[in-house]
T-cell receptor
Framework: DGGITQSPKYLFRKEGQNVTLSCEQN?????MYWYRQDPGQGLRLIYY???????QKGDIAEGYSVSREKKESFPLTVTSAQKNPTAFYLC????????????FGPGTRLTVL | AQSVSQHNHHVILSEAASLELGCNYS??????LFWYVQYPGQHLQLLLK????DPLVKGIKGFEAEFIKSKFSFNLRKPSVQWSDTAEYFC???????????WGAGTKLIIKP
């Protein structure tokens, strides 16, 4: 089955620790995205990548970092500099030539204690 | 800056009632338009999309949306809702040629059986 996998589904970390969220896709999509979803705020773009070894900041990149070493993988690190990291994180991918219809993974709920 | 406005944050309807969820965007150029749905515990998934052509688009599960360019609107409709339509609905807009989707805050729809 083609799709996007995110792991883990739930993640708990202590304040001050960095944590890395995994995102893998086997759709052969060039573009990948990380969003943060908070109640009543919709989806906010953290980072996106159009191609391997290249990525751009989204609207709320502060306190986050990403890498794109392989087409299939786009991990997100939530650093200790992120002031309010507890949230639901969604990874997506798309083929830009198809009007940027994005396909989503199941998400990771991060709770920082 | 581009923005997307969904007018209703919470909507409660009885089964068989008609549904219309509003979506307005602010961008003067050519756009692609999307409605996504997030059922409880499930992935965010595409409900319908508009790229060009007939401004009345039909999606899955009996949903449709009409693009009215002069009003910068893309309202979602369904003539008769079911309990299984309980979900959160998101409108998103993509400026043609741009990788980013701009998202509305979402509308939580609850259908009373």
């Amino acid at each position: 089955d083609g799709g996007i996998t995110q792991s883990p589904k739930y993640l708990f970390r202590k304040e001050g620790q960095n944590v890395t969220l995994s995102c893998e896709q086997n759709l052969n999509h060039d573009a990948m995205y990380w969003y943060r979803q908070d109640p009543g705020q919709g989806l906010r773009l953290i980072y996106y990548s159009q191609i391997v070894n290249d990525f751009q900041k989204g609207d709320i990149a502060e306190g986050y970092s990403v890498s794109r070493e392989k087409k299939e993988s786009f991990p997100l690190t939530v650093t200790s500099a992120q002031k309010n990291p507890t949230a639901f994180y969604l990874c997506a991918s798309s083929i830009a030539t198809r009007g940027n219809e994005q396909f989503f993974g199941p998400g990771t709920r991060l709770t920082v204690l | 800056a581009q923005s997307v406005s969904q007018h209703n944050h919470h909507v409660i309807l009885s089964e068989a009632a008609s549904l219309e969820l509003g979506c307005n965007y602010s961008y003067g150029g050519t756009v692609n338009l999307f409605w996504y749905v997030q059922y409880p515990g499930q992935h965010l998934q595409l409900l319908l999309k508009y790229f060009s052509g007939d401004p009345l688009v039909k999606g899955i599960k009996g949903f449709e949306a009409e693009f009215i360019k002069s009003k910068f609107s893309f309202n979602l409709r369904k003539p008769s809702v079911q309990w299984s339509d309980t979900a959160e609905y998101f409108c998103a807009v993509n400026a043609r040629g741009n990788y980013q989707l701009i998202w509305g805050a979402g509308t939580k729809l609850i259908i009373k059986p």
